[in-house]
């Protein structure tokens, strides 16, 4: 069967996010069968549309900003309306991560965003799947997957005064990595099962 393609669309205001964003790329290429393509929404050109026009599932991504997604990620949603129009991202498999300098940062706000984005979009969501990590249980580290306790989608946290070689930690890094894993693997079976009953 052919390769399925895993978009991950996403601005990075200062480096951070676009690091989670390398890390949900390597989780989705760590699946046989699974491609992924990075996509900054910045400079909105040809590329970018005819990008996400071909791909299978798409990864959202954006840093929390005033608890809510960048300026930036909202006006590539804004331009996105004649693909809406069109249904063009249509039952394409969607998911969701960000990153703020706040432990919490609001960032569960910017999940949800991208969520309801996803579904004005006619596509189906995948979640995080994992059970809290850090301070779950009294022997919890930061170190764990899940740390900052997500469920909607992947939440990483860099401190303001550190650059992006050192944050966000590898935790979150981890936990970016797992979300690509789990959306190429629910791409593939859908993609598999769209093929059974098409014959």
């Known amino acids: 069967m052919s390769d399925i393609t895993i978009a991950i669309a996403y601005h990075s205001g200062y480096g951070h996010t676009a690091r989670q ?4 790329a390597a989780g989705a290429n760590s699946v046989d069968g699974a491609q992924a393509v990075l996509v900054d929404v910045e400079a909105l050109d ?3 549309w005819r990008d ?3 791909a299978d599932a798409i990864i959202f991504g954006s840093p929390t900003y005033m608890a809510g997604h960048s300026a930036v990620f909202q006006s590539f949603a804004e331009a996105s309306a004649p693909v809406w129009q069109e249904q063009g991202w249509k039952n394409k498999v969607a998911a969701g991560f960000t990153n703020s300098a706040g432990v919490n940062g609001d960032k569960l706000n910017t999940l949800t ?6 579904a004005q979009h006619g596509m189906t969501w995948v979640g995080l799947g994992l059970m809290p ?5 009294a022997a919890g580290e930061r170190d764990s997957l899940n740390a ?5 989608g992947a939440m990483a946290q860099s401190p303001s005064d550190l650059g992006p070689q050192d944050a966000p930690a590898q935790a ?6 797992h979300l690509g894993r789990r959306v190429a693997e629910h791409t593939i079976v859908l993609d598999r099962g769209r093929r059974v009953v098409a014959g």
């Open 113 to 118: 965003g991208l969520a309801l984005f996803a």
């Open 52 to 54: 996400l026009a071909a």
């Open 148 to 152: 900052l306790g997500g469920f909607l």
């Open 21 to 24: 964003a390398r890390a949900v």
């Open 133 to 137: 990590g850090w301070a779950y249980t």
């Open 172 to 177: 979150d890094l981890d936990t970016a990595a």
């Open 46 to 48: 040809e590329g970018v």
